[in-house]
Nanobody, 125 residues
Framework: EVQLVESGGGLVQAGGSLRLSCAAS????????IGWFRQAPGKEREGVSC????????YYADSVKGRFTISSNNAKNTVYLQMDSLKPEDTAVYYC??????????????????WGKGILVTVSS
């Protein structure tokens, strides 16, 4: 069974930090770009970041560049998102997601192969 299980969300003040984890199982971890989308109330779901563990390629939305850092621990099949300098507009449900990179792919909501259940991040002003 394929699973993506998020952890590490919570409440933090603006300017603070959180680290999200996504533990993957049931598929070939290194053949996927794995990371996060997020969705705030009344907003569209947007891609945040992903990483391809086989070669270390990383991708970031412009809104989080310089503040968020994605990494992976291949032995643990886990991806981490270190979120620094958090802003109230970062408040959202964050969803771990994965897409195969073995053929043409895009980091888009309708292109994902697997999804986690989501975890809430709240940044207070």
């Amino acid at each position: 069974e394929v699973q993506l299980v998020e952890s590490g969300g919570g409440l933090v003040q603006a300017g603070g930090s959180l680290r999200l984890s996504c533990a993957a199982s049931g598929f070939t971890f290194v053949d996927y770009c794995i990371g996060w989308f997020r969705q705030a109330p009344g907003k569209e779901r947007e891609g945040v970041s992903c990483i391809v563990s086989s070669d270390g390629s990383t991708y970031y939305a412009d809104s989080v560049k310089g503040r968020f850092t994605i990494s992976s621990n291949n032995a643990k099949n886990t991806v981490y998102l270190q979120m620094d300098s958090l802003k109230p507009e970062d408040t959202a449900v964050y969803y771990c997601a994965a897409v195969s990179v073995l053929r043409g792919w895009e980091w888009k909501e309708d292109g994902m192969d697997y999804w986690g259940k989501g975890i809430l991040v709240t940044v207070s002003s």
